[in-house]
């Protein structure tokens, strides 16, 4: 399995969650930074917006981290990282796993662009309403579904990572002690130790 990767990016959440499943992987680094970079013929492939994270596996290639992450907790951890197809948990683990690119990711970036929120026509509400629905859902954890760790935990936990790191947390200690939690995973540990 390859990886393409680059440093202080959402490529982490694919090493965090090939570290959980524990399975094998090499990194291929994408100079992202470099406007006049020659990217191959597989990475482009596999990730048509010439984004990172981007996944091959044998004849699979796949970008965006979420379908990334979900990729490989079917393929790999079924019933463990993902609740199986049957499991009455799934309808909620997708809910969650789609939570970082539906609504977190889209609220933190009319925040950070001081966009006016357009709650009637755009499909992810406000901020606010973005974190109190996480910290709701988390309540008292350990993970978005209770005591199963799941890919949707290294999405939402990656994503409450980025927005402490920009100090857009504010007051939410229900999600302040879950990246706690996380931070302490070997996994998320593992991902952080590649970033320069
Ligand atoms: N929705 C995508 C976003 C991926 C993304 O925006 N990656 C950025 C780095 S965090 C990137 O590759 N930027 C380089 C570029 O756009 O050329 C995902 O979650 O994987």
């Not at 990475?43 to 990729?71: H, T, W």
């Not at 966009?115 to 901020?127: A, K, V, Y």
Request: negative net charge.
């Amino acid at each position: 399995m390859k990886l393409y990767w680059a440093p202080q990016t959402r490529s982490a959440r694919a090493i965090w969650m090939l570290e959980e499943a524990g399975v094998d992987y090499a990194i291929e680094v994408v100079d992202i930074r470099n406007p006049a970079r020659q990217d191959s013929a597989e990475f482009r492939a596999a990730s048509p917006m010439r984004k990172v994270p981007a996944l091959v596996d044998g004849n699979v290639q796949m970008a965006e981290s979420a379908a990334i992450c979900l990729y490989i907790a079917d393929r790999y951890c079924s019933g463990t990282l993902a609740p199986a197809l049957d499991d009455q948990q799934r309808g909620e683990f997708l809910y969650w796993l789609m939570y970082t690119p539906a609504v977190i990711e889209p609220t933190m970036s009319e925040k950070i662009n001081k966009i006016q929120p357009n709650l009637g026509r755009n499909g992810w509400g406000d901020f606010n309403s973005m974190i109190t629905t996480l910290s709701d859902g988390i309540g008292r954890g350990p993970w978005i579904l209770g005591e199963q760790f799941t890919a949707a935990d290294v999405m939402l936990g990656s994503s409450v990572h980025f927005l402490q790191l920009f100090n857009m947390l504010g007051d939410a200690p229900a999600l302040v002690e879950y990246v706690d939690r996380c931070r302490q995973r070997p996994a998320f540990k593992a991902s952080q130790a590649r970033e320069t």
